[in-house]
Structures are given as C-alpha cells and as structure tokens.
C-alpha cells in the first residue's frame, strides 16, 4: 500500500471538483474562516500564536522537503522542474522566514504573494493524481498551509500591511519575474511562473490571451489582486474594530 501511495504514478487520476477536490477546499475554507474570526488571538501575546506559528512552520517544511524526497528518490528531479521557483513555492519559503522571524518585510511578501496564489491554486490545481497517490495530499497540505500561514502572519501583525506595501511586493515581484521569464526559464528551458507557457490543466491563465497581452494581462491582474487583498484586509482588521468601538 505504501509503495503505491509513495510510487511514481498512480491509475487515479485527478478530476476538477470531484469529492476529493471539494472536501479539501471546504477544509481550506474553514481554516481561512476560523482564522478570522479567532484573529484577536493570533498576536504575539495570544494563547494560539506559537503553537499554530510553528505548526505552520512545521508543514511547510516538511511539505517541500517531502516532495522533493519523492522526486528524487523515483529519479525525476531536474533543475528545471522541481526547485520552488514557481510563485507558491517563492511563497512557501517567504512565508516560513517570516514565521522564522516574524519580520515586517517578510510578513507584506508572504500575504500578498502567498495567500491569493495559493487559494486560485487549490481551486484551479495542476495536479495528476487523486487522494489515492501522495502528490494529491502534498500538493492540497502544502498549498493549503501556504495560504493560511500567509493569512496567519498578516493576521498577528496587522501594522506591517499597508498602502504602500502593496506597491513595494509588486515591484519585487515584477523584478522576480523578469529574472525568472528573461533568465532563469531561457537558460534551463522551464516554465517557472508559468512565463514560458500556460498550465497543461485548466487554469484561469487559460484567459489571458497569447503573446504580448498575455505578460500584460499577468501583470495587471497581479496588481488588481494585490490591491484588492489589501482592501478586503484592511476592511477586516480597521473597519470592523472601529465599528465595536
């Protein structure tokens, strides 16, 4: 049983929505759910800081440094496939040095690229292989853990989410992006990001056009959404605590 969940392939493969799919995003749901409504907790000074800051932690790591076992152990791992260049993986390793240190800097880059990209990616997921097979469940937990650690910090740091921040991450993130789609895929001959092609699975990037609209119609959603989730975060924190007052 072991050897087929850890094997290289499976015969179940994975289907949109099926029951599976359903059960992990209402999972997902939940956690963003118990998150907000238990933030008042979630400061350094709360009863569920630590425990969850390095429960979090805990997964992420073991989430990348099992995947990559996988890969390696069944002779697929490559540069240009396997390193956690794409967003989710920026992401995840964002967001466990900002668990680590719980710095500002930190904290801005893990929630404003890790907790949307993460979320579209459990709806929309490149994925093979249903429950039955270990990348299912590594991909669900990891990028589960990415959003909700994510929401996490910005949730116990609620100061280090600003206006301004949302212009600072996009600007790394657009310098990350010519680094990755002018050198880094060129030189390995990747998708990393996705700059190269779209997702062999339905995505929304299905939507973005080809050629040059499809780099523009990337960048501006990346700012539309960035704007957006500082928005709907800054109403969670601000507005409501104004209106128990």
């Known amino acids: 049983m072991m050897e087929t969940w850890f094997g290289a392939r499976s015969d179940y493969p994975f289907t949109l929505f099926s029951s599976s799919h359903l059960v992990v995003l209402a999972i997902a749901l939940c956690g963003f759910v118990c998150l907000i409504l238990f933030k008042g907790n979630l400061s350094a000074k709360g009863a569920l800081f630590q425990p969850l800051r390095w429960l979090l932690f805990s997964v992420l790591l073991l989430s990348e440094v099992t995947y990559q076992y996988w890969a390696i152990t069944h002779e697929f791992w490559s540069f240009n496939l396997y390193m956690p260049l794409h967003l989710c993986g920026a992401a995840s390793i964002t967001a466990m040095i900002g668990l680590w240190t719980l710095r500002p800097f930190w ?3 893990a929630f404003f690229i890790g907790l949307a990209p993460a979320a579209l990616a459990l709806v ?3 994925m093979p292989y249903d429950y039955q097979h270990f990348r299912f469940w590594k991909f669900f937990v990891h990028h589960t853990a ?3 650690a994510s929401l996490f910090l910005a949730l116990s740091s609620p ?4 206006w301004r921040s949302v212009f600072s991450v996009y600007g ?3 310098a990350y992006a010519g680094l990755i789609g002018f050198w880094i895929n060129p030189l390995l001959e990747s998708n990393y990001l996705y700059l190269s092609q779209r997702p062999s699975t339905a995505s929304p990037l299905d939507f973005f056009g080809d050629g040059l609209w499809y780099y523009v119609n990337l960048c501006l959603t990346a700012l539309i959404l960035f704007a957006v989730q500082y928005g709907i975060f800054h109403y969670l924190i601000y507005k409501k605590r104004n209106r128990s007052k």
Request: glycine share 0%.
């Open 124 to 126: 929309t997921p490149d």
């Open 172 to 174: 790394l993130l657009l």
């Open 146 to 148: 990415i959003a909700w």
């Open 159 to 162: 100061q280090s989410i600003t």
């Open 107 to 109: 904290i801005r880059l």
